[in-house]
Nanobody
């Protein structure tokens, strides 16, 4: 069992940067690939980025590639999402998630409660 807690969300302006963190507790964090998803009201959860359990492989949604960077520190049981050049359309609740095996689908086993990111124009 893995418990996930996101932090770092907030209100920023267009073009600003923000770094989200996701702290994991429980056993075997290093066994799980981790992902970031986001969701806006009335819409399905959207894939943002994912990272393999070792951190050597990453995948991104086209809408964030080149602006966002996912990383992890297995010694600290934490993953990060560095978000640069933020746009109003990045406004959403951001969730971190964990599963065995890298995936772009929202079929992750473990989910955090989410952190709100709001980008003003």
């Amino acid at each position: 069992q893995v418990q996930l807690v996101e932090s770092g969300g907030g209100l920023v302006q267009t073009g600003d940067s923000l770094r989200l963190s996701c702290a994991a507790s429980g056993r075997s964090f290093g066994n799980y690939a981790m992902g970031w998803f986001r969701q806006t009201p009335g819409n399905e959860r959207e894939f943002v980025a994912a990272i393999s359990r070792s951190g050597t492989s990453t995948v991104y949604a086209g809408s964030v590639k080149g602006r966002f960077t996912i990383s992890r520190d297995n010694a600290k049981n934490t993953i990060y999402l560095q978000m640069n050049r933020l746009k109003p359309e990045d406004t959403a609740v951001y969730y971190c998630a964990g599963r065995v095996g890298l995936s772009r689908q929202a079929d992750y086993n473990y989910w955090g409660q989410g952190t709100q990111v709001t980008v003003s124009s």
